[in-house]
Each structure stands twice: as structure tokens, then as C-alpha cells.
């Protein structure tokens, strides 16, 4: 129930994704009233779903701490309820972030070794794709989380975007070793000592995210919700100017339409619906958050997502690399981290 | 002496710059030798200038502390002990950042009330231009930081930009009032309760910094740092996507010939040159840091960065606004800026 245009858009995102995955099976949690006719206009999903009724729905502005309290029968609570008992292998919503981050941790619990789960989502870059976490679960971050997210995204770059051999960096304001506040020193200091060290590049800036200079991009979750979000704006603005540009003149106007396929293939390589699905990881349990605003193809994409990540595999390969969690505060010494 | 082109591109950005600032004197520091027959090269700066010899240079990777310790002989802190001596209205370097920024303070000393200056820089949105700080010179920031940073911007935007009443907004993982961290939710609850009130909009997150939703964006060294980095990079991954496109047809290729003109404006505007020059405030005395690997043209923006600000009286604005600096910690109750 989750989401701008939801149900409608859920239900219309799942006929797609079971393109996609045709052997995938959907339970929809909701108002069954709103969502038995949109199930049943689609004869695809029906076959392939059961609607089980919520009687409540969380509100996109509700605090994690009241939807944790008072939302036991809402869609987002009974479907996060039916991974846990095993009646689904993952649950994607539309619905308030940080209320499904508080339930998924509460019923769910979170991997061993790990503290904290994290947000993830792949990007596109001048080499390919790239994973980024922590894009918003944690605004405060210690150096041993950091180090865990670390683990988590190589063992999702491996598993789901198929690098052999993933390269990790720690967003910072700089490449020098001094750059930077406490926690990411300490935390580039444990990952240097640690198993991952052969894949630990160091520190990457701003600009390195989108050059794919790593396969992962390490950072606290303020940092990475500003960075996500500033790309998001950056690539609007671009395509404004450019918009605005093809208007211009007649052989401006004349360009365009020569160029217009060309053009179409750039917007839909940027397309912030080709990215949607953020993954949160580190849960006993697959949990994907779609963008409240996409529409039914981006829904469509963070069910496939979701599929992914079940397919692959993925909690498995992280509770097997769970043993390269190393502290960080033991491994910085008090001189490196100071200061 | 700073930067990758250095000294020729400093040079010949002064004769660029002079054209638009004609009444601009240039104080040259460095290598005299090298320095002597690029300025006798151009006879519109050679009329404008004086060089001054400066023995040594600070390396682009010198610690702050070790500079100030050993560069008394350098060409950034002779020209920096230009401007406290009256001899010159402000410093343009390309150099060391952190090396700049340390000299800076030690030699000019902060403004009455600020605690720690901060770098500032404009940046295109879809309304205009708007400014944002601190872009690195503080990883770590406090409340009380990010509230001085706020009167900084707005004197800055009211002057330079020609704003007559700025809005300022605070960078944050979410608009509402309990996002965030500790610090921007006491700077937030300053802003509200003080003078700047009727300006403040509260927060805004990372794709309101291109909208242009605010005319002065707030946020600490380390986010403000990889969040301009960000845009960097992603309107680097954008333009390479729309070169790939260009070329991936015959009529992709026509229609960019007669577009060109029009991309060509397009990109000037996005142009990284067109906005560099990053403004250290909260100092007394105009300081202006140069990307280190930008040319002519950039260097040429810097100077006459610093020399718009020399001519609005940057500086004494900020002085006249002072008052406007109100202690967060006071204001914040425990209940409301608890994690």
C-alpha cells in the first residue's frame, strides 16, 4: 500500500517483473477490496498470486518507532511477517523507509556480526555498475560499521553484479591517508589489515563514484543519501540545460530529431527507475525499498531486484563472509585515529 | 607557484582576468626567474604588475601543520603576509589546499565570532546560481559551525549574488524536522529562533542543491566536499554517455552537427572552469583557492572571484552581520537534539 500510486502500480509492477521471472509467485498485502479487481484484470498475476487482506497501512510521514508500535496489522508489517514464517522468500514495499528498515530489523533480526543494516543500490558508471552503501538506514556511523558494510557489498558485487573480485573504497574528501574524520581512517585502517585488504583500494572522492573507480562505494549513510541524491539532481539539470538547448534554434530543433533514438538510449541508461529497488542487507531475510515516486516499470525493477538477490543467494554469501567482519577500533592505533 | 600548470596558467590568467577587472593590480610570488619572462610576455600584465621572489613552494601533498611550520618562505604565505600588510585586497592560489587554508587563518585570523572560516563556492541550479559551505576546510562541524556557516553564505549570496533576501537551507537526509543527525537538528532549531529566521527554509536534501530549492545551502566540510564532487563527477558520466550517443549512428552524428552549437552552450554553462575559484570565508582578508588542475580560463574565473568579492566588501557585509550569529547549543533542548 505503499508508494504514490499504489496498489495500482504494485500490481501492475508485479505482471511485469513476472515477464522478467516468470516463475515468481506474489502475495500482496493490503486493502483486498482496492486490490482484487487490479489482480484480477490481469490474469498473469492472478494466476501466479493470493492477496491476503491488511487492515491498516503505514503512512509515509509515520515515525519508525510508532509503525513499529502500532502497525502489527498493516501491509508492510504482515508481508515483512510472511519472510520471517517463510511463506515468502523476500518483500519489496513503496511505503516509509525508515518504518520498514525499524520492522524489517525487529522481525527479522540482523545477520551475526553485524550491527547495522545498510542500504544499497547500484549506479551506473563510465565502467559499468557499482554498488554504494549506506544511501540512508544510518546517519551515524562507526568505523566497525563501516567495516561490515564493506563485507556486505563485496559479497553482493560478487554474487549479484558477478565481479570476481570486487574493488572496495571508503568515500572521503580526499586519497591521502590523513584526509578525512576519525571513523573512516579507523575503518580503512581495519580493512587494510584484514581478509578484504587485497581488494581494499582506499579511499575514493565524490567524483569516483560515478567513474567506477571501485565496485563498491563504502560510507555513512548521511553521506551517501546527500551523494545519491546530488547525482539524482545533477543528471535533472543536465537534462533541463540540454532540453532547454534542443529548443533553441531551429537547426538546434533539427539535431534533435536526427539524434532523438541516440538521445532516448542516453536517458534510459540514466533512468532512475533502471535503479530503483534499494537493497537492505545484513537482514535474516531479503527486503528491497522501491522509490515511493516511480511508477509501475521502476516497481516492476526493484521486484527484480528482489528476485536477484534471492536467486543469487545473497544472505548466504554474506553469513559465509561474515568471518571477515574484523574490529576496527582494536586493528587503529590511537595516533592514526586521532584527530 | 600552485597547481598543475603553474606558474604560465597563473599569468595568463591574469591577463585574461584583467580584461574584465582592468583597474586589477597583480602582486606575483614565486620563482622570479620563471615568473620574469611570462609577465614580459604579456605587456597588459607586465604594466599591472610586481613580482616578488619566493625561494621555496609548498608541495601539493605537505601537511597544513608542517607548511606553516616550514613555508615562512613560500610563495602562498608571502602572498598571504601581502594581504595582512594592506599590500594586496585579497590571494588567488591554486596550491595546497589545507596548506592555504591553515596559513590563512594563522596569518589573517578569523572574524570576531566565527570560530573556523569556510569554503564556499557557486554552482549552477535551474534557477540561477546558488552557494554553497563548507565544501571541506572543516570534516568535522558543530552546531554553532553551521549556524556562522549560514551567515557567511547569506552575506555572501546578498552581495556577490545579488540576492536581496537569500533563502538558506541545511543539507540533510530528509525534510523533515527529525531527520539527521544531532548537529544540523541544533543548527536547524539556531536558525529558526534567531534573526535569519525569515530566511531559513529548513532542510533540504541532495537534489535540492541543483534545483536551486534554496540560495544558500548549509552543510559540513566532509558532505559539502563529496556532494560537489558528486555533481562533478555525475555530469562528467553524462556528458561521456551523450558523447557515446552522438557517435552511435549516422543520424546520431548528423544530428550533433546541427545541434553543436547549442550542446556547446550546454556545456559552457556546466563548465567546472566557469565555477571555480573557491572562497575561504570568515577570514579577514579575501582568500581565493583555484582547482589545481584547472588553466587559464579557470584561473582567470578565481581572480575575478576575488575581485567581485574585494569590490562588495564581502567581508565588512559579514562583519555587519555578526549579530546575526546565535549559539545553537543554547537554543536546542537535550529532548530535541538527542539521537
Given amino acids: 500500500m505503499g508508494g504514490d500510486s499504489a496498489p495500482d502500480m504494485v500490481v501492475e509492477g508485479a505482471d511485469i517483473a513476472l515477464r522478467r521471472f516468470p516463475d515468481t509467485g506474489f502475495l500482496f498485502f493490503g486493502d483486498e477490496a482496492r486490490l482484487a479487481p487490479l489482480v484480477a484484470a490481469r490474469p498473469a498475476v492472478a494466476a501466479a498470486s493470493a492477496i491476503r487482506h491488511a487492515p491498516d497501512a503505514i503512512s509515509g510521514d509515520a515515525k519508525p518507532s510508532v509503525a513499529l508500535r502500532a ?27 525508515g518504518a520498514l528498515m525499524a520492522m524489517a530489523k525487529f522481525v527479522l533480526k540482523t ?26 538506514a544510518n546517519v551515524d556511523c562507526t568505523a566497525d560499521n563501516l567495516v561490515q558494510f ?57 567524483n569516483d563514484i560515478t567513474a567506477g573507480t571501485t565496485d563498491v562505494v563504502v560510507t555513512d549513510g548521511f553521506t551517501g543519501n546527500v551523494a545519491l541524491k546530488t547525482a539524482e539532481g545533477t543528471a ?14 531551429l537547426s538546434a530543433k533539427l539535431g534533435y530529431l536526427f539524434a532523438r533514438n541516440a538521445l532516448a538510449k542516453v536517458r534510459e541508461r540514466l533512468d532512475p527507475r533502471r535503479y530503483n529497488g534499494a537493497m537492505f542487507l545484513g537482514l535474516n531475510g531479503v527486503v528491497v525499498k522501491s522509490h515511493g515516486g516511480t511508477d509501475a516499470l521502476g516497481f516492476a525493477n526493484a521486484i527484480c531486484v528482489a528476485a536477484d538477490m534471492v536467486a543469487n543467494g545473497i544472505n548466504d554469501r554474506i553469513r559465509d563472509d561474515l568471518g571477515k ?9 590511537p595516533g592514526d585515529a586521532g584527530g
Wanted: glycine share 12%; charged share 20%.
Fill in 236 to 249: 535533472r539539470l543536465y537534462s533541463e540545460f540540454l532540453r532547454g538547448a534542443f529548443r533553441s534554434s
Fill in 111 to 136: 545477520l551475526a556480526t553485524i550491527d547495522r543494516p545498510a542500504i544499497a543500490s547500484f549506479f551506473p558508471t563510465l565502467r559499468g555498475e557499482s554498488v554504494m552503501l549506506d544511501l540512508g
Fill in 71 to 97: 502497525g502489527r496489522s498493516s501491509s508492510m508489517r504482515l508481508a515483512i511477517d510472511a519472510v520471517r514464517a517463510g511463506e515468502a522468500d523476500g518483500v519489496v514495499s513503496a511505503g516509509n523507509t
Fill in 325 to 333: 567482519v574484523v574490529p576496527a577500533v582494536a586493528l587503529a592505533a
Fill in 150 to 206: 564493506a563485507v556486505m557489498g563485496d559479497a553482493f558485487a560478487r554474487t549479484v553484479l558477478g565481479v570476481v573480485q570486487p574493488t572496495i573504497g571508503i568515500l572521503n574528501v580526499g586519497s591521502e591517508d590523513l584526509k578525512g574524520h576519525d571513523e573512516v581512517r579507523a575503518a580503512a585502517a581495519a580493512l587494510r589489515a584484514g581478509p578484504l585488504a587485497p581488494q581494499f583500494h582506499g579511499f575514493v572522492e565524490g
